[in-house]
């Protein structure tokens, strides 16, 4: 299979939540949580970040999503909108410049990918940059650049 061609909309919303958690802690500690949105054809569009909840594992160089409240959240967004929000995908911060993913967030985002049984987008928030990739259930994992900006958030492909 060649994989389809993703197309991923981050909303400034979503963009927002995940300043505001990576601001509180300013890269002393990783923070992150999950990526709320809809799945239309091959756009993800992303509306909504978690943020790190009581029982998540906050370290300087990892972070362990293990707060309930992550499921909660999505679940809630789930019903309030009529069940168009899903979970699309998971986020964390990395105090790099540019940041990159390791070998642990690869082999963590694979196996999530896979037991999900659908595409999933995976973000890194930096100090300057956002790292955005999709993994596709055959565990293959795409890069995606910015390429365009409007006034609601930004477009990856
Ligand atoms: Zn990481």
């Known amino acids: 299979m060649g994989g389809k061609h993703q197309i991923v909309y981050l909303c400034n919303d979503a963009l927002a939540e995940i300043c505001s958690a990576v601001e509180q802690v300013k890269h002393r500690r990783e923070v992150g949580g999950v990526l709320l949105g809809e799945r239309r054809g091959t756009h993800i569009l992303i509306t909504a970040a978690t943020t790190p909840g009581p029982e998540d594992e906050s370290y300087p160089f990892r972070f362990l999503r293990k707060c ?53 987008v995976f973000a890194i928030q930096g100090v300057s940059g956002l790292y955005l990739s999709v993994g596709q259930p055959s565990g293959k994992l795409r890069a995606l650049a910015k390429t365009a900006i409007d006034s609601h958030g930004m477009v990856f492909e």
């Open 68 to 120: 309930k409240s992550h499921q909660r959240k999505a679940h809630d967004r789930w019903r309030a909108t009529a069940h168009t929000t899903d979970w699309v995908g998971d986020w964390h911060s990395h105090p790099e410049q540019t940041p990159t993913p390791s070998l642990t967030d690869r082999r963590s985002w694979r196996r999530l990918t896979k037991s999900n049984g659908t595409e999933m």
